[in-house]
């Protein structure tokens, strides 16, 4: 028992001194293992302190893929890399953790459901007919965690990435295409981005009905129109932006000048150049670049 009394003698100045080193210490003298959020780009690059991702909600779900619970992490946890403390569970669990980021942040543009199964979580945008929502600016990221007594059995990071693009239309000329269309020049045109699917399964992965957007744009020069800052949109190939007046399309593009498909990539903006010339014909010009550019300019 001296003995015993002694080496924990010893022992505890070093244990001391690892608390203070890794900011934490099991008494089985094991690693204390983290898990925490990491928020990445297009490219991988971690953002994670960059507060692109204001919150995101943790649906985690048992070894059989049964709902246990949702954990809502703010921006202050997330850009602080703070840890996610999973000890109220017992060891030898694996949890699977579906992440969402920026889930109706800005109002309620998406619909979650109520899973009891992993396979049954959907995140789906709110829709009135054929016409979609904008969503946020998702980010969706799915790990595994295997639970030990008090923790977990390795440091892990739940890697979440962004799910939606966006697009910024804006003619030039427009007056010239109006008249080729026998419509007024001083009509009033909407303008509609055709289309993508509904929603996303538990994977992350595309799912639901075809689904447009109305795009908000206002007019700034003329007859000439230009949305308003950039129009969020789920990921879709083949895209079409749509000019309406009096509920009527009358022109619809996919391609540019080149025969490029349109289409939305994540986390970036595909701007769409529509000019007229005094003809009536279109010339398409798309460009897409990061978020975060500049709109005005653009020189193709």
């Known amino acids: 028992m001296k003995r015993i009394s002694f080496i924990k003698k010893l022992l505890f100045p070093a244990l001391c001194l690892c608390a203070l ?12 293992y983290k898990l925490r959020l990491k928020v990445v780009n297009q490219n991988g690059e971690d953002i ?35 840890e996610i403390v999973l000890d109220n569970y017992p060891a030898s669990r694996k949890l699977n953790i579906v992440a969402w980021g920026n889930l109706n942040v800005l109002g309620e543009k998406q619909d979650v459901s109520e899973a009891q199964k992993i396979e049954d979580l959907k995140v ?11 969503p946020d600016s998702l980010y969706f990221g799915i790990e595994q ?42 009509a009033e045109c909407d303008f509609a981005l055709n289309k993508t699917l509904s929603g996303f399964d538990y994977q992350g992965e595309q799912i639901g009905d075809s689904v447009y957007y109305q795009l908000n744009a206002t007019r700034y020069s003329g ?22 007046t009096n509920g009527e ?8 000048d080149n025969g490029n498909e349109i289409k939305t990539s994540p986390s970036e903006n595909t701007f769409v150049l529509l000019q007229f010339a005094e003809d009536g014909n279109l010339s398409v010009k798309v460009q897409v670049r990061p978020w975060g550019g500049v709109d005005d300019h653009i020189e193709f």
Do not use: W
């Open 124 to 134: 789906m945008l709110k829709t009135t007919g054929e016409q979609a929502s904008q």
């Open 21 to 32: 080193v890794t900011g934490c210490i099991n008494e089985d003298l094991d690693e204390c």
């Open 48 to 82: 994670t302190p960059s507060g692109y991702v204001k919150h995101t909600a943790l649906y985690i779900f048992d070894e059989k893929l049964n709902y246990l619970e949702t954990r809502q992490l703010d921006e202050s946890f997330i850009t602080s890399r703070d």
């Open 145 to 186: 965690v295997q639970t030990k007594s008090g923790g977990i059995t390795e440091n892990k990071e739940v890697v979440i990435h962004p799910k939606t693009g966006s697009v910024t239309v804006q003619t030039i000329n427009l007056h010239y295409g109006l008249r080729k269309y026998n419509i007024p020049e001083n």
């Open 249 to 256: 399309v009358f022109l619809t593009v996919d391609k540019d």
């Open 223 to 244: 007859v000439d129109y230009k949305t308003n800052e950039r129009q969020n949109a789920c990921l879709g190939e083949k895209m079409g932006v749509s000019l309406s």
